[in-house]
């Protein structure tokens, strides 16, 4: 945001901004709360599909109970992270609530601090029925560090993430932004191989599988609970971080124009 | 003569062009301390433009915006204004206390001055009976007041209303007006714009005219009034309004149930040469013409 950037620190310093940050967190949260239409299938969704892919169809297969509770985990965060970004600011972006909070005095930051550390108590919700459902019914047994590891994995996601979506959320109209986010999360799931391990697709969706962010997180994830991936950890944090830091930087471009 | 630390607001040769359309073209405009200046203009005329410019939601083309001397994105300058715009879609989930109280809290980085309380914001903007209801449930009336409340969070010096009382019943407008006159007592500059030109002629200072992007005219209410030199005659009289109609320095009469209404440039001329033909003539009465026909007349000008 244009605004962010082109601010004095006059008079105004950050601790007394603390209020607003936490407020305007506790809204994001009310408003989550009140719109169950948004919440529950949101929260819902990426646990019925591990109890159907994960559990039912796999039933009695540990490894791929195993595989799944770890990309599924990433699959969680996919979904708060695009939505809340890519089409709750689209939509405030258009119906004038962003301007008039940007007219307002509102922190820089606070607005989107908000929203990610929504995206990431989503991701965290998801996370534990994912992991609890894992362990009653997929028999998935990890060592206490490794549980702890991949809600790290899960929850900080969210970053790269929301990210993306606010590259939608700052470009398209209210109305399109569903559908690009729709183009986005499922597709690139599966070509994450977060549905299906890559190695049971075409060899071609194999090798441009280091293209989406989602593929990164999944090989973090497997990663992290023991199993076979691709590179290095150091390499697909540094290229995650790499990507947040490119979308936010397209996405203030487009935040900056006001529209 | 007034130092130039008194202007909280200005706009020095700006324009903004919106694809084909020239929204602004090379406006200048003061705002002052504690002054109420009214934007007047149909629709088109540039006067949301000119706001989104002094509030950077825009930047100018050309020529240039500040508040307060700062560029208008500056935090530290948008501590001191609040705002409230025309199509703000508010939502719809969270609860009118909620929602001041939010807006309140952005006021608290600035920490030489404390916003109003929650309850103060309220009672001011006379939304005290709604604080814990959704804004979603509200009528457009009462979201229009809410957002007047948002706007006034803050203890700002400068508010921006852009039409703030479209949609308000005649009470919500009186208690709006009551508002506005007791921040500007506290020192607080107005911008207005607004279609009611009532409300600029009960409000405002200033009043600055707006046609196809440009000021056609500018000053204080009785000066605006003054740049019409016509006056209007009421009276009950048995002349004919027809033949009136033709008389010199008649510029129109109509008859308005048993009152004959003419509209003149030398009410004299025309006042005599009445009594003259009617002596029985009553009830007469002569206006000023109001801020509607100056608004008119100098719009129709610019055209």
């Known amino acids: ?249 397209i996405a203030r471009r487009g935040l900056a124009r006001a529209d | 003569m007034a130092m130039d630390t008194d202007v909280v607001a200005a706009l020095r040769g700006a324009s903004k062009r919106y694809g084909k359309l020239l929204a602004l073209d090379g406006v200048d405009l003061e705002v002052r301390h504690g002054q109420i200046l009214a934007l007047l203009g149909p629709n088109g005329a540039g006067k949301t433009t000119a706001i989104s410019l002094l509030l950077g939601l825009h930047d100018p083309d050309a020529g240039s915006a500040n508040l307060f001397g700062e560029q208008p994105r500056a935090l530290a300058a948008r501590c001191r204004i609040g705002a409230m715009l025309q199509t703000t879609a508010v939502p719809d989930t969270l609860q009118v206390g909620e929602l001041i109280a939010l807006f309140r809290s952005y006021y608290m980085s600035d920490s030489s001055r404390q916003p109003r309380t929650v309850f103060d914001t309220a009672q001011l903007a006379g939304v005290s009976d709604l604080l814990k209801r959704r804004y979603g449930k509200l009528s457009g009336g009462q979201q229009r007041r809410v957002q007047f409340a948002l706007a006034i969070a803050g203890r700002v010096e400068i508010l921006f209303l852009d039409e703030p009382t479209t949609g308000l019943d005649i009470e919500a407008r009186t208690t709006m007006w009551k508002t506005i006159r007791t921040l500007v007592a506290e020192g607080c500059a107005i911008v207005l714009t607004t279609h009611y030109l009532e409300e600029a002629e009960a409000l405002a200072d200033r009043v600055a005219v707006l046609a196809r992007g440009r000021i056609v005219a500018q000053g204080s209410v009785a000066q605006i009034r003054a740049r019409v030199g016509q006056r209007r005659i009421r009276c009950i009289t048995a002349v004919d309004v027809a033949a009136i109609a033709q008389w010199s320095h008649v510029r129109s009469a109509v008859r308005d149930g048993e009152r004959t209404e003419i509209v003149s440039d030398s009410t004299e001329a025309v006042v005599r040469r009445l009594l003259d033909q009617d002596a029985q003539l009553h009830e007469l009465e002569i206006q000023r013409a109001g801020l509607a026909e100056a608004f008119v007349e100098i719009t129709k000008e610019a055209a």
Do not use: D
């Open chain 1, 1 to 249: 945001m244009n605004a962010i950037a082109e601010t004095r620190a006059i008079r105004v310093s950050g601790y007394r901004a603390l209020p607003a940050y936490l407020l305007e967190a506790r809204y994001e949260f009310l408003r989550l709360l009140r719109t169950p239409s948004f919440a529950v299938p949101t929260l819902s969704f990426p646990p019925l599909f591990f109890l159907l892919f994960g559990l039912l169809l796999n039933h009695g297969n540990a490894g791929a109970a195993h595989y799944l509770f770890a990309t599924y985990s990433v699959f969680g965060v996919m979904a708060p992270s695009l939505f809340g970004f890519g089409v709750a600011v689209a939509i405030e972006r258009e119906k004038g609530w962003l301007a008039l909070k940007r007219v307002a005095p509102m922190p820089p930051g606070a607005y989107l601090a908000a929203k990610l550390a929504m995206a990431m108590l989503c991701a965290a919700i998801i996370y534990l029925i994912l992991a609890a459902m894992a362990y009653a019914l997929g028999g998935v047994r990890l060592p206490a560090a490794q549980w702890l590891v991949l809600g790290t994995v899960a929850v900080g996601g969210a970053l790269p993430m929301c990210a993306l979506g606010l590259i939608i959320g700052s470009r398209a109209n209210a109305s399109a932004a569903p559908a690009f986010v729709n183009l986005i999360y499922l597709p690139m799931s599966f070509l994450s191989g977060l549905w299906m391990p890559l190695s049971m697709l075409p060899h071609f969706l194999q090798q441009v599988a280091p293209l989406w962010p989602a593929w990164h997180l999944g090989q973090l994830a497997l990663m992290t609970t023991g199993q076979a991936t691709t590179g290095s950890v150091a390499g697909h944090l540094l290229w995650l971080g790499a990507f947040t830091v490119i979308c936010f930087a």
